[in-house]
């Protein structure tokens, strides 16, 4: 975990493309579950955030 | 002393020497690549910016002339808080998710007992093949028969095997059955593709591995765990990639089943969106939406990408 977090501080690309993926993940279940209409409404804006720091992340060095 | 042959190019006056040289290779390489540069441009870049501008207005392409309103976020929002879009979504995944298991473990398995060598192997293969090559409508329209309750066989089959009478149910009609009815055609019409990228992979393993396990007295269980199934995971993840980015665009075949219904219950987002765009002429809202599922997407496909090179470097 604290090498994570200090990966995070350092901006190297596994930590952030790590952080890039889940928040994908999460905003494509967000986005299709059938629990709670709140979680929809977010999930547009979790996913993009997710892909865009994804694109942006990639480019960090290893 | 100087080269006779750099004096004589240096002497050549530059307007002679230009028509002889000819184009330089960075020159030759842009010749080249510009048209394919400027198609890519012209089909798919413009359309996608145009199509993120026009997702912040009230553009309907039914009324060219009326005036364009930016609306900001709102085609966004009424998206997102819209149930109905919700339960679009939900029918989608159902599909998406339920294809793909299916899809995997019954392309694998085929994949696997054709890779045994046996007696009329390449015709069983071909047979099985097939249904990928007809057209999804003519899937939908054949399925649409097979599905009916009067004549369909498939009902005649349920009959047969548990008792309940054949018109007594309708696949396509019911709320229950239809989404279940959508992804036993899909299955039916896909699995084989899935197949034939796990029989690539299953046939780039070397003999000399298996050979090389058995006598290291490897169980066949612990060969198809260790061996197998590793080797054939990017071809998986490349068939799931695949299948999973044409489902979520799934259109023709289902139209042509149930059109979406009954209700609202087989109605994917690539078929509300359609009708967002080209019945209720709604161009700006259904823009937005095309974005979200463009974002879903591509997120989707970028983290797969990752993985699937992940698994590939191991």
């Not at chain 2, 959508?182 to 299953?202: E, K, R």
């Not at chain 2, 998986?236 to 259109?251: D, P």
Request: proline residues 6%.
């Amino acid at each position: 975990m604290t090498a994570f977090i200090s990966g995070l501080l350092s901006f190297r690309r596994g930590p952030w493309e790590m952080l890039a993926t889940i928040l994908i993940a999460l905003g494509v279940v967000m986005l299709m579950q059938p629990f709670a209409l709140w979680a929809f409404t977010w999930s547009f804006v979790v996913t993009l955030t997710g892909t865009v720091m994804f694109i942006i992340t990639s480019h960090f060095p290893e | 002393m100087p080269n006779p042959l750099d004096t004589a190019a240096r002497a050549t006056p530059d307007r002679i020497a230009r028509k002889l040289r000819g184009l330089s290779d960075r020159a030759i390489a842009w010749a080249f690549v510009a048209p394919t540069i400027f198609l890519l441009l012209a089909i798919n870049i413009f359309p996608l910016i145009w199509t993120i501008r026009l997702s912040f207005t009230n553009f309907a392409a039914n009324k060219p002339n009326a005036e364009v309103k930016w609306v900001g976020l709102r085609n966004y929002e009424r998206i997102l808080t819209d149930p109905d879009i919700w339960q679009t979504m939900q029918a989608t995944a159902h599909f998406l998710v339920w294809t793909i298991v299916l899809q995997v473990l019954i392309g694998f398995t085929l994949a696997w007992l054709i890779n045994r060598k046996f007696r009329g192997n390449d015709l069983l293969t071909t047979l099985i093949v097939l249904p990928m090559m007809l057209s999804p409508a003519v899937v939908g329209n054949f399925w649409t028969f097979l599905y009916q309750p009067q004549i369909g066989l498939i009902n005649y089959a349920v009959e047969f095997f548990t008792g309940i009478p054949a018109s007594s149910f309708s696949m396509l009609g019911s709320v229950t059955l239809a989404p279940w009815a959508i992804v036993i055609v899909d299955t039916w019409m896909w699995t084989p593709f899935v197949m034939l990228i796990c029989l690539a992979g299953l046939r780039s393993i070397p003999d000399y591995i298996y050979e090389a396990a058995e006598v290291d007295r490897a169980s066949p269980w612990r060969q198809f765990w260790t061996m197998t199934v590793p080797m054939v995971l990017p071809f998986l993840m490349l068939a799931v990639l695949f299948r999973g980015i044409e489902n979520f665009k799934m259109f023709d075949l289902v139209v042509q089943l149930t059109g979406g219904g009954p209700g609202d219950t087989t109605l994917l987002s690539s078929i509300e969106l359609k009708r967002e765009a080209f019945e209720k002429w709604r161009t700006g809202y259904s823009s937005a939406y095309a974005i979200i599922l463009f974002v879903t997407v591509f997120g989707l496909a970028s983290i797969y990408v990752k993985a699937l090179n992940k698994v590939k470097e191991r």
